[in-house]
Structures are given as structure tokens and as C-alpha cells.
């Protein structure tokens, strides 16, 4: 069998350029992290810091694999769908290099490893999530397409959705005071599968992909805020009524809210794709399959 | 409890320390969620007020008090860490929850500086921090810094026993507790304007613990007057407990009956308690104790010890506490 480079060509063997750019972009996280490691530039705390960068990247890369559907739609670019395998895979290969750098810094100590996976339960969770997205990695080839059946195969991947929650509560649960990037993911996720949901369930909403994401993105904040709030009297016994008021204060030397960052995200992806579909509706031949 | 203290005369091991630098743990979500803020942020940047005067250097009036003589009392088992890693590795989240915020505290403007002494006092006071300065012997001391997180430094801080201070307050004999609190000027340190933390920081100890003789009222670090990211003009330093015991910034003091409320213990008690006594064998609910990376040693390990090795100054404080069901170690 000759050589194939398969990130890089398509079904026919023709060079893919997407694949490929999305290829390489894939590794720039890691080796900026590895650049920044070696050059001393991470801190006091090296391993911790990689660890940490390299686990945000992980969240991001799964992120990134379950926006390629709904993204497929809206952008109206069926060509995404090639590289949404390659992307759930780097979540597997970062998951794990996160694994191991923690196993750097606990200074190699297996029994610990351990003991802490089982005691903690924010690890219990990364962990399992990580053994998912192994499962995952292990069946993303072709080979396992065909052995497993189409149908079989989709269910069995349907898991990311699972392992997408669990990735965020584990982020959530290592935090120590400050839930703010946790809280942005969490609303973007609502964002993402209540997209999915709302497609799946109905026609009239396929027709129209562009309104629900925008509904949706008014929804997903709104719920970011409020799940915000629910957080801090749970957690902290703040009032609910004062994190609700910290929405409507704006000041240069805070970050906006998370309900706000999602909106603008969630709100930017919509624009692009009313763009976007502005475009290809002058210029057709732009469309390709 | 019996522990072994490291004697004085052990030798420090050499450990080289890396020049680091520092850059912003701050970022974004994605690559496209940069657009997506510079959008949704437009409003929030015009309506923002960005009227932050910066401190303005001037010369510190108690530089001349340093450096003080060193105390041979306390000894340490390892190397003192390298100034620019300690100083630039700092949770005062006044200034923002990140450890990055050594430039942001160079806002807090720390003269001139008065500490209000009140409570169960003889008279309550407000003192200037150059004349409270004038009235005790500071000395250095090398201790070990043990944070909660997992991680710790040995730094040789300038400063003078707590017990001065309550000596100069002479609380009145119905005082059971010292509870301590932080300025609290949102508009120069702006974490302090993330409205649904319980600003300002407060901690608090017992009258035994205040006037044990390792309690420090900290001014100084490395020979020189403290800088304010490690909490100027005066800071609390109490080696054998978590880093967090150890109010920075001090604007009041207050002698009382009743057990203070710690900022960490409102914000999350069941993770954060009064007493926070370092012991390797309680785990955070997060994290094991057991061990400590030593920063600015490129990931050094080393086994914690209980009361960070300082039982035989404080052991005796805990024995009757421990029976009683007192939650000693977080
Ligand atoms: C799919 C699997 C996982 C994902 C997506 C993930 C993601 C993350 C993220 C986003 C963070 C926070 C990073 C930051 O705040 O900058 C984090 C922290 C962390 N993760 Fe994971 N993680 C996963 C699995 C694991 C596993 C298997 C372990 C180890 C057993 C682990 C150990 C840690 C540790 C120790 C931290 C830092 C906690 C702290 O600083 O207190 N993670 N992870």
C-alpha cells in the first residue's frame, strides 16, 4: 500500500487545503506551550502552568469538533465535515499530554496519580472523560467506519456530547474562586447542543438556521447569567440579585460578564454566517460540496 | 503532636533557580472569539472609565530601617527563593485572581498609611505606619511560605513580633480573638470591584496564636521595605498555616470576643476555614498536601511537614483544640 498523508489529501488522493491548514494549526498550541516551556517563559511553576494550557487547549479542541455541525450549516461549508475527526482526535492527543504533564509535576509518582484520579472527583470526571475520548480516538479511522457500521459508529461518537459536559464540570470543579472562563464554556456549550436539539427536533427550524442560532444565542446567554447567579448563592451564598446586577455594570478594569461573552461569540458566529450567505448567494460558484 | 524540627545548622541544599519570566495567564477562548469581543465590547469600552491614576513613586520613607539584623533562630532546610520569583508570584486578589498582578499592585498608594487599632482595647488608636515603625525592633527572619495550593517558597522577611503590637494596643483581658482586614479602595486595586466577593479581606487569630512568638507584622523582604504586591506597608506572617492566614496590606486591627469571619472561609468554608494549620496528612478537598513544589525550582518536590516544620514553636497551642473537634487543618 503506497504512502497516504491523510490529513493533508482528500477522498480522491487531491491535496486537501483545509485539511491540511487545519492540520498544522492543530500542533501551534502544543509547541507554542513546549517553546514557552523550554524557554522558562511558563513561571514558577512550569508544569503547572503547561498543565493548565495544554487542558484549556483540550476543552477548546472538543469545543471546536462539536461546532463543526452546526458551523457546517450555518456557513453553508459541507467541506468542515472533513475535518472534524482530525480535530477530536488532537482533543485525545492534548487530553493526554495534560494527563502527562500532571504526572510531570506530581514528580512522576504513580501511586499518587492514581490515588488522586480516585479521590478527587473532579479528576474521576477529566478521567473518565479522557477514557472517552481514547474510545473515541481508537474507532475515528476509516477501517472502523466500515467494521462497526455507519449507524453503530454515530452512536458510538454521539458520546462526545457527554464528554463535552464532563470536560466542563471538571474545568468548573478545579477552579478555585474564580468560575469565569468555566462559565463562559458552560454557556457556549448550552449554546451548542440546544442548537442540535432544536435542529433535530424540527423541520421548520432546519429551514432556518440562522434565526434559532441567534435565538439560541440570546437563550444560551440569558441561561449563562442565570446559571451564573445559581452558582454564586450555591456555592457562596451571594445573593443572587447582586452577581444579576454585576451584569449591567460596566467598567473598563473588569472583564464583561460571562452572559455577555457568549453573546458576543455566539452573536459573531451568526454574523459571519449572514455574511457569508450574503456572499455565496452573488457569487454561487464559491459553493463547493 | 511531636515533629522534628530541621536543626539550624543543616545545610541548605543548592538548588539552581531558573531566570523566569512572567506573561499574562490571560486568554482568549478562541482565535474567532477575539472578533467576537472586539464587537460585543465596543459599548463596554466607551462607557468604561480608564481614570486610574498610577501610585506615584516616591521614595519610601522607611527605606533607611533596612536591611534589619538577621534572627539565627530560624533556620531553613533549603535555598531562600530568588527574589524576582517570589515578587513577581503573588495571589492578592485585590488586584485581579491571577498570579500576575505584581504591576497592578503598583497602584495601591501606601503612604501615607494609618492602622486602626480598635475593640477590646484600653483606648483605640490609629497609628501612621512610620511612627508605629519607630516603636518596635524589626529584625529578619527566614521562614518557609506554605500555600494552600500545593506550592512554597522560603523568603527572608523584615518585620517585628505581633506581640509588640498587642502590647501596644494592650487589649483588655475579655479579648479572645485579633481579627485583621485589608484597605478597601476598589477604585486602585480592581479586583476589589468584583461585587460579589466579601470585600474587604479579614483574617483573624486567636490571642495565643497573635503573640507566638513566630507571628510576624511583616514590612520588609530581601533587605527592603516590602513591595506592595506582597502586601505593603504591613502584612501578617504566620509560617505554620496556609499563605492565605496572612492578611496583607493592614489597615485595621481589632481585638474582640468573638471568632472573625475570614474572607476565604465566607467565600468558600468548606474549603477554607479559621484555623488552616499546614499538615500533609488533611487533604484540601482538591488536592492531596502531602507534598509541595518549591516554585522557582523548575518542578522540586518535597514532602510537606506538619505546621510547615514549625510544631515545636506552636504544637502546644492545638493539643485541647484537636480533642475538641475544631477543624485544625483547613
Ligand atoms: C478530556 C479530558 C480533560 C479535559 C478537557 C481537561 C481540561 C482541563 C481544563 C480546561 C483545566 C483548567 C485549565 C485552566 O484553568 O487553565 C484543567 C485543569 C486540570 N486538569 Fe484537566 N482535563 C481533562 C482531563 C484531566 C485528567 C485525566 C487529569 C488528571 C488525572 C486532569 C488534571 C487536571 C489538573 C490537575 C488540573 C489543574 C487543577 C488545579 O490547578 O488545581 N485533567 N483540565
Redesign the interface.
Known sequence: MPFRPYPLIDRAGRFAPLKAAVFVLLFVPGLWTAYDFAMGNLGPRPHDEATHEVGIWTLRFIFLSLAVTPLRELLQWSKLLAVRRMVGVAAFVYAFAHLMLYFVHQAFDVVKVASEIVLRIYLTIGFVALLGLAALAATSTDAMIRRLGAKRWRRLHQAVYVIGLLAVIHFFMQSKLNVYEPTIMAGLFVWLMLYRAVVAASAAARKAPLLVASGLAIVSAALTVLGEAIYFKLMMNVPMARVLAANLVFDIDLDPRPGWIVLAISLAVVIVAALRQLVLRRRPQLQTA | MNIKRKKGWEIPESQAT??????N?R?F??A??A???A???G???A????G?AVAQAQPDPSAGLYPAPRSMRYRLDREVTEEK?ST??NNF?EFG?S??IWQAAQKLPIRPWQVKIDGLVAKEMVVDIDDLLKKVQLEERLYRHRCV?A?SMAVPWTGFPMKALVDIAQPTSAAKYVRMETFNRPDVA?GM?????SWPYIEGLTMAEATNELTLMVTGIYGKPLPKQMGAPIRLVTPWKYGFKCIKSIVRVTFTDERPRSFWE???GSEYGFWANVNPRV?H????Q??E?I??T??K?VPTQLYNGYGDFVASMYTDLEKSGERLWM
Open positions: 531558573p531566570e523566569t519570566v512572567f506573561r495567564r486568554r477562548l478562541t474567532g472569539a472578533g467576537a469581543l464587537l460585543g465590547g459599548a463596554y469600552l462607557i468604561g472609565q480608564g486610574d520569583v513577581t508570584y486578589y485572581t498570579k500576575n495550593e506550592w480592581s470591584k468584583a461585587s460579589f466577593y465566607v467565600s468558600q487533604s478537598p482538591r488536592w492531596s502531602a507534598s513544589e516554585i522557582g523548575g518542578g518536590r
